[in-house]
């Protein structure tokens, strides 16, 4: 490469000569600010949403209650946000497209409890840098407003101007010194998708804040404000213009609040899963999120609740002392770290489970019971997790603790979490104890206050025996009758290695049997609610239906034992109960965790309401 042949050099070659330092020997020399700017700005503004995002973070930082997004071409020639919040003065907004210049933070130790979504001092002075901005602003009371012109180095040229009360920051032309960038936007449909994806989060975490889009001249979304006395109720009516929601009540509200953290929200029904990922909002102390393990914690608490391959929809809010968390990941990653991640699982987990085992899971219930007031001391159970039942025998304290009001024998509902009276109570108060019937020697019908209650009472026993399987697996025992000719039982040697395997919890069920030579096995006992049969038999299909689970659905240990022993020992249809036989199966049925769902996810119970009843029989109300 040629030096020094003047006009000859090639353009490249011009950058290059023009970076040469003045000093032999020095080869480091110190960006000039528009440069430091413009790479900067790579990390902030990676396409015209992330632009809106950090307009809009500063404007709900300033405190606004009204925002408005005017773009044009999807935001590539103008994205200007006008809101109504606290304004800047003179002095700070001649310097506010600086870069590292903010009001958020004052020195180091204040990263520990920022509130605010801006702290970096970044995002004004990287969008500066690749684009033509200018701002607008007034504080209230102030006579004048200022208006900056920005250049792309320095705060820009500053005069005072009239202007409304508030801050509007006007972005033309975006990547228009970055050719790279803008010519790798995508099509004006993808990147306006992009814009809304983020509005609606943030609108999400603030539902007392109206939010306006217009583009290109057209309303392309507004939002009111949610002003309700309950938080939840603003979120929820928040939730609903952002999502689609078939059927509102398809959302359940979640609530605990725990020494560590607290949780609330909405997740989705069962029914109301979606086919892919998109409709998951996780939010840490508003701030919206993405984190996969905690994502994975809310999904794994719909195990087999739905189908594989769907998800769940939620709106999560976490919040938590911040000095539990590091927000300071990434700028614009949405990256959380908290210093007990395992325990903020568990807790999730837990919760959405408790939520979902409680909450009517029958299609057309109505009104979801909200949980609220159960206490967690979660730092004496950081290393517990919720096994999925509610039982008295060691599944943890924190389970016991959600589980409360199972253990003290009284169905969750009656007593309800917030005290609320369900459609359920009749069935328990024993008005209508005995309206039972069998029908087809399958279903068990009753009758409660708002309807038609139907049990399946295969799917149901199997809920039932599941829960008891589960909590004899964990620590406590089944009951055992003895066989009146013990037996010896010779197995084949692949299916003797996976028995002896279970022995132990085998035992713990309430079989009394245990190695007797070569592949022989000595059972002198078996549960003593199982449906007596033939004693190998019983064995042997355990053994085939855990293989089973292990293959298809690839369960395993107690989880699969706990399925296989239910799934064996569970009434059939077919078989005719005795009114006796109906009222234990629906009182047991409301003991357990979760009742709506048997083990592998069909409904229990199906609901039949008076109104939809009228509705079918053309009846006026
Ligand atoms: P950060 O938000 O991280 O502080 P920004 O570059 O986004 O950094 O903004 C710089 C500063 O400009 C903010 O700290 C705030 O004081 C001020 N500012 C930006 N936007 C607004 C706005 N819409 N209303 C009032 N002040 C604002
Ligand atoms: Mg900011």
Not at 231 to 253: F, H, Q, Y
Not at 352 to 381: H, W, Y
Not at 393 to 412: A, R
């Amino acid at each position: 490469m040629s030096t020094n042949n003047g006009s000859g050099l090639l353009e490249v070659e011009k950058e290059f000569t023009a970076r040469v330092p003045v000093d032999e020997g020095q080869v480091i020399w110190q960006m000039p600010v528009a440069l430091a700017n413009k790479i900067a700005a790579g990390e902030v503004v990676q396409r015209p949403a992330s632009a809106v995002k950090e307009l809009m973070e500063n404007a709900l930082d300033a405190g606004a209650t009204e925002i408005a997004l005017y773009l044009k071409s999807a935001g590539s020639e103008l994205i200007q946000v006008v809101d109504n919040g606290c304004g800047m003065s003179l002095q700070d907004a001649r310097i506010c497209l600086n870069r590292h210049t903010t009001s958020k933070i004052r020195g180091i130790e204040d990263l520990d409890s920022i509130r605010t979504f801006g702290f970096r001092g970044e995002a004004l002075s990287s969008i500066a840098a690749i684009s033509n901005v200018v701002l607008r602003t007034k504080r209230v009371g102030d006579e004048m407003g200022t208006e900056v012109i920005g250049d792309g180095s320095t705060g820009g040229s500053v005069t005072p101007v009239g202007t409304t009360d508030g801050t509007s920051v006007t972005v033309r032309n975006i990547f228009y010194n970055v050719p790279a960038r803008r010519k790798f936007l995508k099509k004006p449909a993808t990147e306006l998708k992009h814009i809304l994806d983020s509005v609606h989060v943030l609108s999400m975490a603030n539902p007392s804040v109206s939010f306006r889009i217009v583009s290109d001249g057209n309303e392309l979304m507004k939002f009111h404000a949610r002003l309700f006395d309950e938080k939840s109720d603003a979120l929820s009516a928040r939730i609903g213009d952002v999502l689609s929601l078939k059927n509102p009540r398809n959302l359940i509200p979640v609530q605990e609040t725990t020494s560590y953290l607290s949780v609330s929200g909405f997740i989705g029904r069962p029914e109301e899963v979606r086919r892919s990922r998109g409709q998951q909002y996780l939010f840490v102390n508003g701030r919206s999120v993405r984190h996969r393990y905690l994502e994975h914690a809310i999904f794994s608490a719909y195990e087999y609740l739905i189908p594989d391959g769907t998800y769940p929809l939620f709106a999560i809010f976490l919040s938590i002392d911040p000095r539990h968390v590091d927000v300071n990941v990434h700028p614009t990653k949405a990256e959380v770290k908290f210093d007990d991640e395992r325990g903020v699982y568990s807790i999730l987990r837990t919760v959405v489970r408790k939520t979902l085992g409680m909450a009517e899971m029958i299609p057309d219930a109505s009104g979801a019971i909200p949980l609220q007031g159960l206490k967690l001391d979660f730092k004496a159970n950081q290393k517990e997790s919720f096994s999925g039942y509610g039982s008295g025998q060691s599944p943890g304290q924190v389970s016991e603790q959600l589980y409360n009001g199972h253990l003290s024998g009284v169905p969750s509902r009656a007593t309800g979490a917030g005290g609320e009276a369900t459609d359920f109570d009749s069935v328990e108060s024993g008005s209508s104890a005995d309206l039972l019937w069998q029908l087809h020697d399958a279903y068990v019908l009753t009758q409660i206050r708002t309807g038609l209650v139907i049990v399946d009472q295969q799917a149901a026993h199997e809920r039932i025996l599941y829960e008891k399987a589960l909590e004899s697996l964990s620590g406590g025992f089944g009951l055992s009758q003895q066989l009146l000719f013990p037996r010896t039982l010779e197995f084949d040697a692949s299916d003797f290695v996976l028995l002896k395997e279970l022995i132990p919890d085998l035992r713990s069920l309430g079989f009394d049997l245990e190695q007797f030579g070569g592949r022989s096995i000595m059972l002198r006992g078996v549960p003593a609610d199982m449906v007596a049969g033939d004693e190998r038999s019983v064995l042997d299909e355990i053994i085939e239906q855990y293989k089973h689970f292990e293959d298809v659905d690839h369960l395993s240990g107690h989880e699969n034992l706990a399925r296989s022993i239910a799934r064996k020992s569970s009434v059939k249809p077919g078989k005719k109960l005795s009114h006796q036989e109906m009222r234990a199966l629906i009182d047991q049925l409301f003991l357990c965790s979760t009742p709506y769902s048997s083990p592998d996810g069909r409904p229990t119970i199906v609901k039949l309401s008076v109104d939809e009843l009228r509705e079918r029989f053309n009846q006026k109300l």
